[in-house]
């Protein structure tokens, strides 16, 4: 008898064991073989990260976002709460966060005292499904969208300070993410759709 198997969705990554049964029987054999990893399909979802311990996380070079940013990712989890993504710098800084199960929260301050916007669902968005999170900021304005739920935004003042001074490494935090930018793109990142830094 032969059971071959090919695994073709990388959600059933990575094997951690494998199960080899009936092996009390006089003159029966097992062989597995294990072939190599050939990803293919939909580059533009590969740049996915998962984490499962509170304490995970990883740090990137500083995001490059002094005018303009444009961040769109993907996040699943069962944490009621927890950083997504942040970067300081002396007094600015920039972060977008689960505050609360149904809460989104992004939150900025370029020196003009920390700005913040946050998206309230009607469901939680800790049911390990996946949630989509546009975070834009520009010298107008600032947005947040999370999935389909209304749209937040927030004028800049009109004679308030501009750029936002980053000097710490970029935080990527515990809560399964997929950004939406190829890896070189953004130093780093983790999705579906085109996501754009400084443009």
Known sequence: TNDTGILSYKDHLPVSQIV???TNRTGSQAVYHVGSLRCY???SIWNAAS???ES???YFPTLQAELASDISFYFKTSSPSG???ENQGLKDFIRVELSSPTVVTFSFDVGNGPAVLSVKSHLPLNDRQWHYVRAERNVKEAS???DQLPLRLLAAPADGHLRLRLSSQLFVGRLCIKLNTPLH???FSYIEEKHW???
Do not use: A, E, T
């Open 41 to 43: 399909g939909d580059k």
């Open 83 to 85: 950083v997504f993504l």
């Open 20 to 22: 080899i049964g009936d």
């Open 56 to 58: 995970s996380y990883l």
């Open 185 to 187: 793109d953004f130093y």
């Open 51 to 53: 984490f499962y311990q």
């Open 197 to 199: 830094l400084n443009g």
């Open 144 to 146: 947040l969208q999370v």
